[in-house]
């Protein structure tokens, strides 16, 4: 059968890099954004948020970036760690009210492997 | 609890049985989530719970497909009739409001054979 695991992206760094993790969104008219971090057998687990009136955000080690003109959302992680080892999936939510209130439409997802 | 309890973990099945996923939410959360994830793919919505309104099933693949929620607690997913492509992990999640503080419980990974 399909191999569906192949189709996604993958990135292999070396513990220290600097990772960037990509992401197109679909709907110009979503206003918030939401990275997540999935490790084998568990459910997605927050990183970082951002609203779509800010181009940039930061945490600890982390950093999202909003381009909104050609709808692209990135994830810098600094210093990578092989605890970093896992899948991230950008995830966007079309607005506050109406039906599609709190319902995130998620992408396809990047496996990050992290070298020691 | 602590975060958001789903179960079982893992269910197997044969294929043209029915099967019930529970979520426990965490307390005091409003908003419950359920979402299918199919091995090496992203999370796809199914339905959600908000308060007392009522639900957007808009997710639903097919009307073999249901859920129920008990006021702000206890969530149910039913799936009559199992087919082998219903395979895959179906995640709960829930929030105070909307989608701040969105939390996910670790999913049931269900095979149907």
């Known amino acids: 059968g399909e191999s569906v695991g192949l189709h996604l992206p993958t990135l292999s760094v070396q513990e220290g890099d600097n990772s960037i993790i990509n992401c197109a969104y679909s709907n110009s008219a979503s206003d918030y954004f939401i990275w997540y971090k999935q490790e084998s057998g568990k459910g997605p687990q927050f990183i970082i948020d951002?609203?779509?009136?800010?181009d940039k955000r930061q945490g600890q080690r982390v950093t999202v970036l909003l381009n909104k003109t050609v709808k692209h959302l990135s994830l810098q992680i600094a210093a990578t760690q092989p605890g970093d080892s896992a899948v991230y999936f950008c995830a966007e939510n079309l607005g506050a009210g109406g039906t599609s209130y709190g319902k995130l439409t998620f992408g396809q997802g990047t496996i990050l492997t992290v070298h020691p | 609890g602590a975060g958001v309890s789903q179960s079982p973990s893992n269910k197997v099945t044969e294929k043209g049985k029915d099967v019930e996923l529970r979520c426990d939410p965490i307390?005091?959360?409003?908003?419950l989530y359920w979402y299918r994830q199919r091995l090496g793919q992203g999370l796809e919505f199914l339905i959600y719970?908000?308060?007392?309104?009522?639900?957007?099933k808009s997710g639903l693949p097919s009307d073999r497909f249901s859920a129920e929620r008990t006021g702000e607690s206890v969530s149910t997913l039913t799936i009559q009739r199992t087919q082998q492509e219903d395979s895959a992990v179906y995640l709960c999640?829930?929030?105070?409001?909307?989608?701040?503080?969105?939390?996910f419980g670790s999913g049931t990974r269900l095979t149907v054979v």
């Open positions: 719970f908000q308060g007392n309104s009522a639900p957007d």
């Open positions: 307390s005091g959360h409003t908003a």
């Open positions: 999640a829930s929030s105070l409001q909307g989608f701040y503080g969105y939390t």
């Open positions: 951002i609203r779509s009136n800010m």
